[in-house]
């Protein structure tokens, strides 16, 4: 090997010991005050709830000792739990620093032997956690000791490298794409995990899940926490599996001609006509209620037959009021609605979307057509809807609708929208044009999505409703058609303040994000970059050049066919449907 390599951690392996001794000093104790004795009963404590120590004379400040500081503090963090949990808690305290009580180790292991059923249920993930790292200090015998490292060891790594992977954009249950990856060494020369037949993570798991048998007190502990590990949807194992699951599919679909077999069309929709046809709107929705009002009258009004609508987050005043329409469904997605889902409440708000989409699909709600938007985005058809969904070829499986992005007025809501280059049938080029500065940094001069949306027919099975496609046998149906005469308008940045109100979200779970599969420059990195270099001022300046309904942006679209008028008034149509709101 040629060259130094300079370690990121100044002063190498002596720093980092240093450092590490620095924060390992004993908690020191004033007159009076004593860990509990090793022969405390311990039976009761499970039962024992701790209360807040402000409002206890003996516990609350002035503090006497470091131990009374750290003592305290627990019994904060763990008011409404159980003296058992508390006690726990502050033996790890104790036992992580370089000195303690003598009899503290033996505390601790007599506290697991005789308590480890109970804590195993009480305490959450992190002390469970931190109470196994005790153990790979301070366990009795080669097993507990070898188990409490290994997995203090597992679960340190995996905080800091999901850590570190928030800072990608994406949510920690949204495996990466399969189209994005980097090509390269990694470090200490190691051969990457190999995604269809890898090993490693069976081998971690399986190995660990062994060695832990044989302890009676640390088994328990261990097998609990490995079984935790395998069912969260949020680490990199579950990640993982994801993949190699897309990823068998994509090499069954090329070998079995999946992608070229078109998703069959029903029966039932042949001689369909617009006064005989139905169609309905699926949107899982957080969202004030005039905004929700706002979607729903304006649909209503173009024909909708129903609206399904899934409410995120518990809102019964919403619900309510939305109920009184008789085409208006309304589910409330709580903690009971997942549970009666058998899966657990996913992570990121995208995957909830394509799953309640999914199954209002499935439902078929009445309609020959469903189509799958969000609270922002509304229909702008030339014609009735109807009338443009009966024309739809009848081998197509599923329809797609171009988007165009609201201009922001200076008040009120918008009347013109724009439309990006290819769907005006305009060269790429015409984007330097019409936004000079941000133009190439932008596809389409879109700061959203430039997909559209879909409306897929019902009663096809083996079918799932994304975002914006139809999944047919788990890759995209390929019998789609274009649906002409109609736009999607999508009210993404229709002010300054709600563009910038949205923009954190935006970042780290929504369009914002930076996608793995995108390797150019794209918004992500645009606002990321405006934001560290310019803070507001380059986001204002963002905004202005390519949200603002100024008659200088409306000039250069017009010029190239990319401006579209439009009246719009879906506050009159909540009045009209709803009445007033409350």
Request: hydrophobic residues 40%.
């Amino acid at each position: 090997m040629s060259g130094e390599k300079t370690s990121p951690y100044p002063g190498g392996i002596a720093a980092i010991l240093t450092q590490m001794e620095g924060r390992r000093d004993a908690l020191d104790f004033a007159p009076g005050e004593a860990l509990l004795p090793y022969d405390t009963p311990l039976s009761g404590l499970a039962a024992q709830i701790v209360t807040d120590p402000d409002a206890d004379p003996a516990e609350a400040p002035p503090f006497r000792s470091n131990h009374h500081r750290k003592r305290h503090a627990l019994r904060r963090e763990l008011t409404g739990r159980s003296e058992l949990v508390f006690l726990n808690a502050l033996l790890i305290a104790h036992l992580r620093k370089r000195d303690f009580p003598a009899h503290a180790p033996a505390l601790f292991q007599r506290l697991w032997a005789e308590e480890g059923a109970a804590l195993r249920q009480q305490l959450d993930p992190r002390w469970l956690v931190s109470s196994v790292t005790t153990f790979g200090d301070h366990g009795l015998g080669p097993v507990q000791r070898s188990v409490g490292l290994a997995l203090s060891t597992l679960f340190g790594t995996m905080k800091l490298y999901e850590s570190e992977r928030l800072y990608s954009g994406h949510a920690a249950d949204r495996p990466f794409g399969l189209d994005g990856k980097a090509h390269g060494p990694l470090p200490m020369e190691m051969d990457g995990y190999a995604l269809p037949s890898g090993g490693l993570d069976v081998n971690m798991i399986g190995r660990l899940w062994l060695e832990a048998e044989g302890d009676p007190v640390i088994g328990p502990l261990a097998h609990h926490l490995l079984e935790l590990l395998i069912s969260d949807e949020r680490t990199v194992f579950r990640r993982l599996m994801t993949m190699r699951q897309r990823q068998a599919r994509r090499v069954g679909a090329k070998t079995a001609g999946t992608p070229d077999t078109p998703a069959p069309v029903p029966a039932g929709h042949r001689g369909l006509t617009s006064e005989t046809l139905r169609w309905g709107l699926t949107s899982t929705i957080r969202a004030p209620l005039p905004e929700i009002a706002r979607f729903a009258a304006h649909h209503l009004e173009l024909g909708a037959a129903v609206l399904q609508i899934h409410l995120d987050a518990p809102d019964p005043e919403a619900e309510a009021f939305l109920t009184r329409h008789p085409a208006i469904r309304v589910t409330r997605c709580d903690v009971a609605y997942w549970q009666a889902s058998g899966r657990a409440r996913p992570e990121a708000h995208q995957v909830r979307q394509a799953y309640n989409a999914t199954q209002s699909l499935r439902d078929g709600l009445g309609v020959q057509w469903l189509g799958h938007l969000d609270v922002d985005e509304f229909l702008l058809p030339q014609r009735p809807l109807s009338e443009l969904l009966a024309e739809v070829p009848l081998a197509a499986a599923f329809a797609r609708i171009a988007p165009v992005e609201a201009l922001a007025p200076e008040q009120g809501l918008p009347q013109r929208f724009k439309t990006t280059h290819k769907h005006a049938g305009q060269p790429k080029a015409v984007l330097q044009e019409i936004y000079p500065t941000f133009g190439a940094h932008l596809y389409g001069g879109f700061l959203s999505h430039t997909s559209g949306k879909v409306f897929a027919r019902t009663g096809i099975p083996e079918t799932r409703l994304g975002i914006h496609t139809l999944k047919y046998r788990g890759v995209d149906a390929v019998n789609r058609h274009r649906l002409g005469e109609i736009w999607l308008a999508h009210l993404h940045a229709r002010s300054w303040e709600q563009f910038r109100g949205h923009l954190d979200f935006r970042r780290t779970l929504g369009s914002y994000r930076k996608s793995s599969e995108r390797p150019e420059m794209g918004q992500a990195e645009l606002i990321g970059f405006l934001m560290e270099k310019e803070g507001d001022a380059g986001l204002r300046a963002l905004f202005d050049e390519v949200c603002a309904d100024t008659p200088a942006l409306r000039d250069r679209l017009r010029a190239h066919g990319m401006l579209l008028e439009h009246p719009f008034d879906p506050d009159a149509a909540v009045t009209r449907v709803f009445g007033a709101l409350p």
